[in-house]
């Protein structure tokens, strides 16, 4: 079945100007409705349900401006496109207050009109795939990678393909691109959802501890092992075991991994019986393993067992498409921490900033801008002048990279160095600072008279 056509109406007193356009519209494949007032406007608004308006300012019984702000109260995600042949500059700033996408100053050519309206309609389909998304996780339906993007798309398929089946995944990707996140999805979309879903993050382990979490230990096995403790195996039986950062795993628990998931069989450290567990295994990293492979720091057999399914996950600058969505989502969440009713909107040129930056931290940096801009601007639209790029500090690959000595800073120094920051950014404001951090007002001021030594 063909896509039903775009719907658009034309407010507009002129009635060559209504007739013309319209003809000019519907031979490009809009189905139009047309009305020479606001009266007619309102009436047709309600009856059309257009996917775009078209207003002309100055009309016979009152403004554009006011239909516009009718219009945003009864539907405010319908773009509107308003036009003038006389538009002040305080008219212009009005209307962009109330919401309307752009403004065109009459005569304009046509394709004028086709620019604002291609815009407006990407608008339209932004909001739309948006909605779709909120109405599924409200049904708990939304497990799925949010974005638009072809690659994202393709993931989702993927995911869905691959998650009945317990063969390992192996999921390639840089920091911050939400490897973790699509781990879980696999494991929500299996049978094994019912299960336990276990993560460990392999990097800065050492190997003793590694071993130790992965397969257990018996007591006594070691000094300090006071009792006995299963490990993520164990843990994972019949669920799913999520190790991140595998490329930085010692080669010998590597020989341990390869056999645990070949035979489903492994002893604890210190153990002398064999345990079984019914685990399947997700495995990421962001590094190239082949790479790994050739400087001898990780097995091939072991890579040829992880890499039975192999997911590349995208970094954020190939796949801007996915900014608006990825930051609707990010500020309705934040919102909803800090106690807000409604989340702000980004305005139109805060939203070409945040697609034209590089993102090396990825999603992750994403969250970290957004959050700090809704603290920024505090009221209901984000600017471009509060998003603040490559100023948040832990963001990126560089936060889970080994510390060299010298950068070891003690613990009460750095934590009163970010709740002071904290503070800063919200204005000064002691409780919201403690709201978001998660701690007591009087924890904040002891973290303060620190900072302040």
């Known amino acids: ?50 996917d775009v308006v078209l207003l002309d300012v100055a009309l016979p019984d009152g403004s554009g401006i006011d239909l516009l702000d009718q ?14 042949g ?56 939304g497990e799925r990678l ?18 009945s089946a317990s063969v390992p ?18 494991h929500l979309r299996s049978p094994r959802a019912r299960g336990p879903f276990v993560d ?43 190790l991140d950062e595998i490329g930085e795993m010692d080669p010998t628990i590597q020989a341990r991994l390869l056999k645990a998931i070949e035979d489903k069989r492994f002893r604890r450290v210190g153990g002398v019986r064999d345990l079984r567990s019914d685990f399947r295994l997700i495995a990421a990293t962001n590094r190239n393993l082949a790479d790994e492979i050739k400087a001898g720091r990780f097995r091939s057999d072991l890579y040829y067992r992880l890499n039975v399914v192999r997911l590349t996950l995208p970094p954020l600058r190939e796949r801007t498409e996915d900014i608006p969505v990825l930051a609707s989502m990010i500020l309705d969440n934040v919102a909803k921490d800090i106690g807000r009713n409604r989340p702000p909107k980004l305005s139109e040129r805060a939203l070409a900033k945040l697609a ?59 934590e009163a160095r970010y709740v002071k920051r904290a503070v800063d950014a919200v204005g000064g404001n002691i409780r919201k600072a403690a709201r978001l951090l998660k701690v007591s007002p009087s924890t904040v001021y002891a973290k303060l008279g620190g900072a302040q030594k």
């Open 1 to 50: 079945m063909a896509d039903a056509p775009n719907r658009i109406l034309i407010v507009d007193d002129a009635p060559d100007i209504r007739v013309g356009l319209a003809a000019l519209l519907e031979s490009e494949g809009w189905e139009t409705r047309t009305a020479e007032n606001v009266k007619q406007g309102i009436v047709a608004f309600g009856e059309f349900s257009p």
């Open 71 to 84: 219009i945003k109260r009864y539907s405010e995600h319908t773009p509107v496109i308003m036009m003038s």
């Open 86 to 141: 006389a538009g002040t500059f305080d008219t212009v700033v009005e209307a962009m207050k109330l919401g309307a996408e752009t403004f065109l100053a009459k005569p304009f050519e046509f394709a004028m009109l086709q620019a604002s309206l291609g815009q407006a309609m990407k608008i339209v389909r932004q909001r739309s795939e948006i909605e779709v998304l909120r109405r599924q996780a409200s049904r708990g339906e």
């Open 146 to 163: 949010y974005g638009v993007s072809p690659a994202i798309v393709k993931l989702n398929e993927t995911i869905v393909s691959i998650a």
């Open 169 to 186: 995944v192996l999921i390639e990707g840089e920091s911050g691109t939400g490897k973790g996140l699509v781990a879980r999805l696999i």
């Open 200 to 242: 460990l993050n392999c990097a800065g382990l050492s190997r003793e501890l590694l071993e130790s979490e992965l397969f257990g230990h018996e007591k006594g096995s070691f000094t300090g092992a006071t009792a006995a403790k299963p490990g993520l195996f164990e843990v994972a039986a019949s669920g799913t075991v999520f």
């Open 356 to 414: 034209s930056y590089g993102w090396p931290g990825n999603v992750r940096e994403l969250r970290n801008v957004l959050e700090r801009a809704v603290l920024i601007a505090g009221g209901n639209e984000i600017r471009a002048d509060d998003i603040h790029l490559g100023e948040v500090q832990i963001r990126t690959e560089d936060a889970d990279r080994p510390l060299a000595e010298w950068e070891v800073q003690p613990l009460d120094e750095v």
